[in-house]
């Protein structure tokens, strides 16, 4: 089976903890309502390391903020595709899919199926199935 190609991360030497330190600073300026700048460095981060879901799960979060529900959509899809056991790229991915009524039912599938345990992911989706009218678990 042939090598796939390199990717532009590893052509540039963009390590791991570079990567992380890009995020967090993304982070951070959605925060502060910056964005355009947040959407930069995420987009960026994808287009280096297109096999990270990091960078599509938050820009997931990035359009839906910026009503840009069919992108979020997208990026949350390929985020999921990309790491379909991530429990945080599948609380990112039923956010998402809340936006869209036809989509509920299985937002609140996923929700409830993420709401068990003592994590912050569990936490989220059980303050969001409570605010949706259903029984957190």
């Known amino acids: 089976m042939?090598?796939?190609?390199?990717?532009?991360?590893?052509?540039q030497g963009l390590t791991e903890e570079m990567g992380r330190a890009a995020a967090e600073l993304a982070s951070l300026e959605i925060q502060l309502g910056r964005l355009d700048e947040a959407g930069v460095i995420l987009e960026g981060l994808a287009i280096a390391n297109p096999h990270d879901p990091a960078p599509w799960a938050m820009l997931a979060l990035l359009e839906r903020r910026r009503g840009r529900m069919m992108a979020a959509g997208l990026c949350a899809e390929i985020?999921?595709?990309?790491?379909?056991a991530d429990r945080q790229v599948r609380l990112v991915q039923a956010?998402?899919?809340?936006?869209?009524?036809?989509q509920r039912g299985r937002a609140r599938s996923a929700l409830a199926a993420l709401a068990g345990g003592d994590d912050p992911v569990a936490a989220r989706a059980r303050a969001l199935l409570a605010a949706l009218g259903g029984s957190p678990a």
């Open 2 to 11: 042939p090598r796939e190609p390199p990717t532009l991360a590893e052509l």
């Open 79 to 84: 985020a999921a595709r990309l790491c379909p």
């Open 95 to 102: 956010e998402v899919h809340l936006v869209f009524p036809e």
